[in-house]
């Protein structure tokens, strides 16, 4: 199983139409072997959620460049938290200062990657944790 | 209980975390595939399935949406397996058929599923009717399988759907095209979507001519003009599927329709079973090359190389498998 190709789901949340660096992403992820849901523009953390649930997705990325990070990410790992999906990753980037991302991470969600973040950084931290949160699955 | 008998029941009872959970088991070929596949196998047949193809950039994606919320008007719930390529270089896949459906995710009554090909011979035929029956045993009342027509698997797969419908646009080249691409031969349904384009009436009429011979035992294949992004033609186009249902549970159509289906099935597993042994055996891959070497020094003809191999693979059947 841990040899399945991991999939991602990539969102873009709330009122936020600059999607190029979730684009990026998303293709840096699959040239990288990986399976990349994009869900597109002005997505709810309910409608990501239920993609996630829908797609079994390892892990939710969101890219948030219009400042409601700190509600967005909370919301969607919450959601995910009800629906009894513990396992699934949130991670993301966008403009988020470092005082933030360290609330978030501490709230739950997994690394989050600034502006200026390396595209092979980010496939290897996917390529670490992921196949932990598969072993460390219950369901 | 076992692992995968709770989560078909899990999947009966219409829960659709376990249901994606079993697609994944079943699409990564896990320890518990089999036996999910068994427990679903007396609950298949009830969904109406429809396969959806064409060209890339033909709309096909919104077309799903709009067939979608339209089933919901008429109180039908839905299931959608939607297939993307898989990057032959990589293996991974961009999966961006959920942007165009936006519209009919927002309702609780559609489950959609993208799936990435991966490539593997006659996997993804398997994979995606996995699925199927899998949203079928989750209970949805039509269950949609949109496949990029762009070669023989994507193309079986909407061919072993209750219902095939071929999308093509204006630009699309022109009905030979369509030939070409073995979209003809496999098509209960034309749409021509994004018919407000030009060219439009001249594609229907080739495809018109086309249509007139091909052989449906005794069903017309319908040609419709669509323009998803609009709307336009969603109506029709389901009344044309309610029909062709309609006409297919008339005598034993359906019942012979997928009796054929299922034969297909059972021969694809078996021949991916016979390929995985065969080619993956060091001895046959061994016999392989030394012919391809004598092939390609003129020593040999292709088909006697094949019949050379052929020789080695009987006998390494008869090893391998005790026949």
Known sequence: MSEAPLKILIAKAGLDGHDRGAKVVARALRDAGMEVVYTGLFQTPEMIVEAAIQEDADAVCLSILSGAHMTLFPRVKELLDQEGLQHVLVSGGGIIPADDMAELQALGMGRLFGPGSGLEEIISYFRQEIPRRRLARKD | ?323
């Open chain 2, 1 to 323: 209980m076992s692992r995968s008998a709770q989560l078909v029941e899990r999947i009966l009872q219409g829960d659709r975390r376990a249901a994606a959970r079993a697609i994944s088991l079943l699409e990564n070929h896990a320890p518990e595939a089999r036996a999910i596949a068994e427990g679903l196998a007396g609950h298949r047949g009830k969904s109406f399935r429809v396969g959806i193809t064409g060209p890339p950039g033909a709309g096909k994606s919104t077309l799903v949406d709009g067939l979608a919320r339209e089933l919901r008007k008429r109180d039908r719930t839905v299931g959608v397996v939607a297939v993307d390529p898989s990057s032959p270089f990589s293996g991974g896949a961009l999966l961006g058929d959920r942007v165009r459906m936006g519209r009919a995710l927002e309702d609780p009554g559609v489950f959609v599923r993208s799936m990435a090909s991966r490539g593997t011979m006659g996997g993804l035929a398997r994979s995606a009717q996995e699925a199927a029956d899998v949203l079928d045993a989750l209970g949805k009342d039509w269950v949609i399988l949109e496949t990029v027509g762009v070669g023989q698997s994507e193309l079986a797969v909407a061919a072993a759907c209750d219902v095939t419908v071929v999308v093509l646009v204006p630009e699309a080249g022109g009905a030979v095209q369509a030939m070409k691409a073995g979209l003809m031969e496999i098509a209960d349904l034309f749409v021509v979507n994004k018919s407000d384009r030009p060219g439009a009436d001249e594609m229907l009429a080739q495809l018109r001519e086309t249509a007139h011979y091909l052989d449906r035992e005794g069903w017309k294949v319908p040609i419709l003009k669509v323009i998803a992004i609009q709307e336009q033609g969603l109506e029709a186009l389901l009344d044309r599927l309610e029909s062709y249902h309609a006409w297919l549970q008339e005598g034993e159509r359906l019942e012979e329709k997928r009796l054929r289906q299922a034969a297909l099935r059972i021969r694809d597993l078996v021949r991916a079973r016979l390929e995985e042994r065969l080619w993956l055996d060091p001895e046959v891959d061994a016999v392989v090359q030394e012919n391809a070497r004598h092939v390609l020094a003129g020593q040999l003809a292709v088909h006697q190389a094949a019949i050379n191999v052929w020789g080695t693979v009987r006998e390494r059947l008869t090893e391998l498998e005790g026949i």
